[in-house]
């Protein structure tokens, strides 16, 4: 079992920043993919970014050179770094964990951008 604790969402207007936090704890694997997801209501969950234990990341096309992911020195700690919000960026976003075996995803963290 691996527990996802996240952090850092808010209310911020259009052209702000903010930063989502996420811990894993548990039977954390040496190889493991953290990232985030989002979905807003009657809507499918969207990829926003990952990182691999390795450090390999990846973004969605909406968010690329606006969000940036990183891992925490003790490497079971994940960032996503929003900046230059837009409303559209307002949704639910969900931590994930995926190792070989198994997903998990924490219980989201409400994003929502002013205009």
């Known amino acids: 079992q691996v527990q996802l604790v996240e952090s850092g969402g808010g209310l911020v207007q259009a052209g702000g920043s903010l930063r989502l936090s996420c811990a894993a704890s548990?039977?954390?694997?040496?190889?493991?993919?953290m990232g985030w997801f989002r979905q807003a209501p009657g809507k499918q969950r969207e990829l926003v970014s990952t990182?691999?234990?390795?450090?390999?990341?990846n973004y969605a096309d909406s968010v690329k050179g606006r969000f940036t992911i990183s891992r925490g020195t003790a490497k079971n700690t994940v960032y996503l770094q929003m900046s230059s919000l837009k409303p559209e960026d307002t949704d639910v976003y969900y931590c994930?964990?995926?190792?070989?075996?198994?997903?998990?995803w924490g219980q989201g963290t409400q994003v929502t951008v002013s205009s």
């Open positions: 548990g039977r954390i694997s040496s190889f493991n993919v």
């Open positions: 994930t964990y995926r190792s070989a075996a198994y997903t998990y």
């Open positions: 990182i691999t234990s390795g450090g390999i990341t």
